[in-house]
């Protein structure tokens, strides 16, 4: 083992991020070897960190990333060698699938499910765009082969897959909206809160069922510590970044800006 991998293994070991992190580290090995390229699956914000952080570590390396279209949340990772003077691929394509939205509403996580139940790893998987009637999943070009050819199903809704174009696909345009709050504290449970426009008391509910993420890594106990510039986002809610904290209110409580991503 290099001692860039073990460094890397070391300090991700433990924690959420450990697979990634290996499978990243293997990559960027292989590209160090290869003078060539490596390209990963599909990976969050989080494990797009991760590949940061790999590619810090290598001086041979430099790291990019493409999700299929502009604003993507889940995106590949290329490890590209310095002296790699092609140009990297990162096979992603775009698979639209149509219900009669008449008789069917499907969610993000109906069409997450039937991609489950058709065996695909969710590192095959990139963004899901919802509308009514349809979706465009992107996805990489091997994968887009069998949904063509065996997805017709999601849950009882009969469907209808094709191949899409990524110049299609309009840039994402998220909503944002300012949240001026004070909290008794920067407690997980505190920020979640005022937010998320919810109770103390569910925030922890959420916390407890493993609802909530802290910069994309599981929040493991209400009294966790937040601080500025940190990403809190919540199943089925979205996500909060705190933009400002802005010091303690003569009550004693502390004063946030927040941004809340609808």
């Excluded at 697979?19 to 490596?38: I, M, N, P, S």
């Excluded at 065996?119 to 887009?144: C, F, H, P, W, Y």
């Excluded at 199943?235 to 010091?247: C, S």
Aim: hydrophobic letters at 40%; a neutral charge; aromatic letters at 6%.
């Amino acid at each position: 083992m290099t001692a860039q991998r073990d460094k890397i293994v070391r300090f991700y070991r433990g924690t959420e991020g450990e697979a990634v992190a290996t499978r990243l580290v293997d990559l960027a090995e292989q590209t160090v070897r290869t003078g060539t390229f490596r390209c990963s699956g599909f990976l969050d914000p989080y494990g797009m960190e991760i590949a940061e952080t790999v590619a810090a570590n290598y001086d041979e390396l430099s790291v990019l990333f493409d999700g299929g279209y502009s604003g993507a949340e889940r995106q590949k990772a290329v490890f590209a060698h310095r002296e790699f003077g092609g140009s990297p691929s990162f096979d992603i394509s775009v698979v639209c699938v149509e219900w009669n939205a008449e008789f069917v509403h499907l969610t993000h996580r109906d069409i997450l499910g039937a991609l489950t139940g058709l065996g695909v790893d969710r590192e095959n998987v990139g963004d899901i765009i919802v509308t009514a009637g349809s979706a465009q999943v992107l996805t990489d070009k091997k994968m887009a082969d069998f949904l063509l050819s065996e997805w017709r199903q999601i849950g009882a809704a009969t469907v209808c897959a094709t191949m899409g174009s990524l110049e299609m696909i309009a840039p994402r345009e998220e909503r944002v909206k300012e949240i001026n709050a004070t909290v008794a504290s920067m407690r997980a449970d505190s920020v979640a809160a005022a937010g998320f426009g919810i109770s103390r008391s569910r925030a922890v509910s959420d916390i407890e069922a493993e609802k909530l993420k802290l910069n994309w890594q599981a929040v493991k106990n209400a009294s966790q510590t937040v601080k500025e510039g940190d990403v809190l986002s919540m199943r089925g809610r979205g996500r909060v970044e705190v933009a400002e904290v802005r010091g303690k209110t003569k009550k004693g409580r502390i004063g946030i800006s927040l941004r809340r991503y609808l």
